[in-house]
């Protein structure tokens, strides 16, 4: 069994920066992709990026530029830096093993002045 818990949500002003992580206990990751998805409210959950297990990256364009998603595999961990942030990326972030398809519970990022 894996259990995903995800950290360093909160409250910034926008044009800030925010940095979430990922750990993985049990068993780690799968082999397969990691990825980072956000849920609005009112709005149904979507896709902001993911990283595979050799590192290379994908994004939602919404976010390109902006976040950057990292991973270390020795820690089980996966990082997403979150720079410029705007009231439109106030969600609950959550993470996902592509691989064991295991959900963490959240993280909420608001962006407000």
């Known amino acids: 069994q894996v259990q995903l818990v995800e950290s360093g949500g909160g409250l910034v002003q926008p044009g800030g920066s925010l940095t979430l992580s990922c750990t993985a206990s049990g068993r780690g990751f799968s082999v397969e992709a990691v990825g980072w998805f956000r849920q609005a409210p009112g709005e149904e959950r979507k896709f902001v990026a993911l990283i595979y297990r050799s590192k290379v990256p994908k994004y939602a364009d919404g976010v390109k530029g902006r976040f950057t998603i990292s991973r270390n595999n020795a820690k089980n961990t996966v990082s997403l830096q979150m720079n410029n942030l705007q009231p439109e990326d106030t969600a609950d972030y959550y993470c996902?093993?592509?691989?064991?398809?295991?959900w963490g519970h959240g993280t909420q990022v608001i962006v407000s002045s």
């Open positions: 996902f093993d592509f691989g064991s398809l295991y």
